[in-house]
Antibody, heavy 122, light 106 residues
Framework: QVQLQESGPGLVKPSETMSLTCTVSGGSVSDNSYYWSWIRQTPRKGLEWIGYIYYSVSTNYNPSLKSRVTISVDTSKNQFSLKLTSVTTADSAVYYC??????????????WGQGTLVTVSS | DIQMTQSPSTLSASVGDRVTITCRAGRAVSGWLAWYQQKPGKAPNLLIYKASILQSGVPSRFSGGGSGTDFTLTITNLQPDDFATYYCQQCHTYPWTFGQGTRVEI
């Protein structure tokens, strides 16, 4: 059974860079059948798709965040990571990593991490 | 971005009820739609994908329908474990977008 677990600082200062890591167990981030994704959730905006990494090098980001986001993978550690630069209080959210599967006529987020709360505050 | 609008925002129901949640897309997404259930403090959990296909392990009292811009999630014989918030999500056009959620409460 695939499991994902987010880790990283729970508090980040405004204008700094936020870094989160997702550790995958029971599966491999090198498995090119899946898109390894980040999604965040706030009370104000709800669930927001951030982006994914695919085939370890191909990425796709939400245009609203694209200038500040980098998603990368470390196959040796079976992890993928999210970096978000120049954070503001609007980036305070619960951040989820998720595995997205693709098939004929569908995509689906079939496994999620438990989520990690990141607060942006001085 | 494709806006996803769910109705109602909150739904009051009782155990054993049949409830229907509606999701409307700002433009046609064919059948590229998924439904998720989320309980407080937990991650969303996939219920249905491709508009109507039940994810493995999900009880058959959940069903999905629709195509184009209008979709439904129906729960028959509502169980205590079903009181939660439900989200639709389109996977037709990037960026993927979610509905604002429908809370099913007693």
């Amino acid at each position: 059974q695939v499991q994902l677990q987010e880790s990283g600082p729970g508090l980040v200062k405004p204008s700094e860079t936020m870094s989160l890591t997702c550790t995958v167990s029971g599966g491999s981030v090198s498995d090119n059948s899946y898109y390894w994704s980040w999604i965040r959730q706030t009370p104000r905006k709800g669930l927001e798709w951030i982006g994914y990494i695919y085939y370890s090098v191909s990425t796709n980001y939400n245009p609203s965040l694209k200038s500040r986001v980098t998603i990368s993978v470390d196959t040796s550690k079976n992890q993928f990571s999210l970096k978000l630069t120049s954070v503001t209080t609007a980036d305070s959210a619960v951040y989820y990593c998720a595995r997205e599967a693709e098939g004929s006529g569908y995509y689906k987020f079939d496994h999620w991490g438990q989520g990690t709360l990141v607060t942006v505050s001085s | 971005d494709i806006q996803m609008t769910q109705s109602p925002s909150t739904l009051s129901a009782s155990v054993g009820d049949r409830v229907t949640i509606t999701c409307r897309a700002g433009r046609a997404v064919s059948g590229w739609l998924a439904w998720y259930q989320q309980k407080p403090g937990k991650a969303p959990n996939l219920l249905i994908y491709k508009a109507s296909i039940l994810q493995s392990g999900v009880p058959s009292r959940f069903s999905g329908g629709g195509s184009g811009t209008d979709f439904t999630l129906t729960i028959t014989n509502l169980q205590p474990d079903d009181f939660a918030t439900y989200y639709c999500q389109q996977c037709h056009t990037y960026p993927w977008t979610f509905g604002q959620g429908t809370r099913v409460e007693i």
